[in-house]
């Protein structure tokens, strides 16, 4: 059973535009989210992370928004560059605990 | 500089041969993880371990062993692989701290035929 999902397998968008990637979880137990970027061939790579006392955590062009009542997450992505196209997976997990739960992934491509 | 290091990064093997995929931390992590990534299913934790010789099933963790003996290394057995278990594999590590991330090693690619 998925407890993380990310509805969208793909997204194209053109550089210097916003991309939203969005991400949904079941589990109301989870209290800490991140999203991760993979590149092929390597493994994925933290991006930016939000707890869950938070609706907001931004980092330089990386914005994540959490809207707890909606189970739901966003990762903003401004200005889009051609070198943002990765997959990107978003993750939620118990503060206190080891397991991490991922989503499918978005597969982001910016369009130069 | 901080790494989780996997080996080997690509492996083609047989059904039923035995085959163990190693993992190292240079990071003093205490947690460490297997994950499967395959397509449409996004990345599944297969086993996870809390520290030495404390180890525990993830969400598929049919198939496969762990062992914890030292706190840099976990590595992931296949007593006997079978095709359903070609697939991309990660090694993670973390610590115990609140609110931190894992860190991934470059992944294993498995293809068993």
């Known amino acids: 059973d998925q407890q993380v999902k990310q509805n969208s397998p793909s997204l194209s968008v053109q550089e210097g535009r916003i991309s939203i990637l969005n991400c949904d979880y079941t589990n109301s137990m989870f209290d800490y989210f991140l999203w991760y970027k993979k590149y092929p061939a390597e493994g994925p790579t933290f991006l930016i992370s939000?707890?869950?006392?938070?609706d907001k955590n931004e980092d330089g062009r990386f914005t994540v928004f959490l809207n707890k009542s909606a189970k739901h997450l966003s990762l903003h992505i401004v200005p889009s560059q051609p070198g943002d196209s990765a997959v990107y997976f978003c993750?939620?997990?118990?503060?206190?605990?080891?397991?991490?739960?991922f989503g499918t992934g978005t597969s982001l491509t910016v369009i130069p | 500089e901080a790494q989780v290091t996997q080996n080997p990064r690509y492996l083609i093997t047989v059904t039923g041969k035995k085959l163990t995929v190693t993992c190292s931390q240079n990071m003093n992590h205490e947690y460490m993880s297997w994950y499967r990534q395959d397509p449409g299913l996004g990345l599944r934790q297969i086993y996870y371990s809390m520290n030495v010789e404390v180890t525990d099933k993830g969400d598929v963790p049919e198939g496969y062993k762990v062992s914890r003996k030292e706190k840099r290394n976990f590595p992931l057995i296949l007593e006997s692989p079978s095709p359903n278990q070609t697939s991309l594999y990660f090694c993670?590590?973390?610590?115990?701290?609140?609110?931190?991330?894992?860190?991934f090693g470059q992944g294993t690619r498995l293809t068993v035929v």
């Open positions: 993750a939620a997990s118990r503060s206190t605990g080891n397991q991490f739960y």
């Open positions: 993670a590590s973390s610590s115990p701290e609140v609110n931190t991330e894992a860190f």
């Open positions: 939000i707890s869950s006392i938070k």
